[in-house]
């Protein structure tokens, strides 16, 4: 901190990072000031409100999993006290994008829903996990992360029911042909898994 704060102080219209090097110094920034309860940044605060601005303004492209849970989401009914607030939600204090933010029984609850890339195997990676304890730590809501392998085993028993079903119907002509009878089942799986 102490060198880039001394290059920024001498001559801070010609100090120049890159976005990405802004919104790690922004994370590192908030893991000393913030995480560590320390009274006052290291860095400038013009320097400071730059990185935070950089970190923030990242635009996040939806994924299919994003879209399948936010679409579940949307489908729970209504006595069950699940709604969306805000897709793609901005906590303002760190400045991290969460996927959705709702209100489950009369609480907000932030939820990230974590594809393949944010994992090494099954263990979250290194810039999931700050993201996760930063949130945690000083988001002001309630954190959920959904990883896309629980999601993907609700897919999964959907696709071995369907599996069953059409051996069956092989085998039976007169079972049931409705061809949306598995989906009622997958969403109910999925509504099942998001009230727990």
């Known amino acids: ?91 303002k204090r760190t400045g991290y994008s969460m996927d959705a933010l709702i209100s489950m029984q009369q609480q907000q609850l932030a939820i990230e829903i974590d594809g393949p890339s944010h994992f090494v195997g099954y263990t979250p990676n290194g810039a999931t996990l700050l993201k996760q304890r930063q949130l945690c730590s000083l988001g002001t809501t309630l954190f959920l992360s959904i990883p896309y392998w629980e999601w993907d085993m609700l897919n999964l028993n959907t696709t071995t029911n369907n599996n069953n079903t059409n051996s069956m119907n092989n085998w039976n002509s007169t079972s049931n042909n409705d061809p949306h009878h598995n989906c009622n089942g997958d969403i109910k799986r999925k509504q099942s898994y998001l009230q727990q």
């Open 1 to 91: 901190f102490s060198e880039i704060s001394k290059r920024y102080y001498s001559s801070p219209t010609n100090f120049r990072l890159s976005r990405e090097a802004l919104s790690q110094l922004h994370q590192a920034s908030m893991w000393y000031s913030e995480e560590h309860r320390c009274n006052e940044s290291l860095l400038p605060v013009q320097l400071r409100q730059e990185c935070f601005k950089s970190f923030s303004s990242s635009e996040n492209i939806l994924s299919e999993l994003q879209l399948d849970v936010l679409k579940t989401l949307k489908s729970m009914p209504s006595y069950m006290g699940i709604s969306i607030i805000e897709e793609e939600k901005r906590c």
